[in-house]
């Protein structure tokens, strides 16, 4: 069995670590402005695309949401720069298409309350903003993940990631 992967995000319970983690310095956004959001967690992310940017904006929760499309299906994620890869919920990974066997299930990484088990995927597609990937690593988190997470599996693909206040800014600078 492989190594398990440390698990860090705090706000959504699990995340990975991503030891080679690269986040660009900090940037000025161009003048566009995000939309603003209701703070509630299912509620469509505040976001902006300007040219080859998406600028979102801070919930109240404190975190950063957006809607990516996933195979041509729109999800709401976390945006977690800490997680090695996507992390979908179960009934995410259902929407999108994607189905597992229980007997799929493998120790993914470890969480607050114990072993997280999950199911390694690729997403064919992921597209957020001006951004899309082809062949991106995922794995399905089936239970214990409240919200689906947008880790470096795809953040890894954007030029740069920002935050500056209360906007992150992806791309552009």
């Known amino acids: ?67 990516a499309d996933i195979n041509a299906h729109s999800t709401r994620f976390l945006i977690d720069t800490g997680a090695s890869m996507i992390a979908l919920t179960g009934a995410d990974a259902q929407a999108i298409g994607l189905h597992w066997d229980p007997s799929e299930l493998r120790p993914v990484g470890q969480g607050a309350s114990g072993i ?11 597209e957020l903003g001006a951004y899309g990937a082809r062949g991106v690593s995922a794995v399905i988190v089936p239970k214990g993940l409240g919200v689906s997470l947008l880790g470096q599996s795809f953040l890894a693909r954007i030029p740069s990631v920002s935050i500056a206040g209360d906007r992150m800014t992806l791309g552009g600078g």
């Not at 997280?116 to 995927?121: E, K, L, N, Q």
Request: hydrophobic share 45%.
């Open 116 to 126: 997280v088990y999950g199911v390694p995927v690729r997403l064919e597609h992921v």
């Open 1 to 67: 069995m492989g190594p398990l992967i440390l698990l860090i995000a705090a706000a959504a319970g699990i995340g990975w670590f991503a030891p080679d983690l690269t986040v660009s310095p900090q940037t000025a956004p161009k003048p566009a402005e995000a939309a603003p959001g209701s703070g509630q967690a299912g509620t469509r992310a505040a976001a902006a695309a300007v040219a080859d940017e998406t600028v979102l904006s801070r919930q109240s929760d404190g975190h950063f949401y957006a809607r």
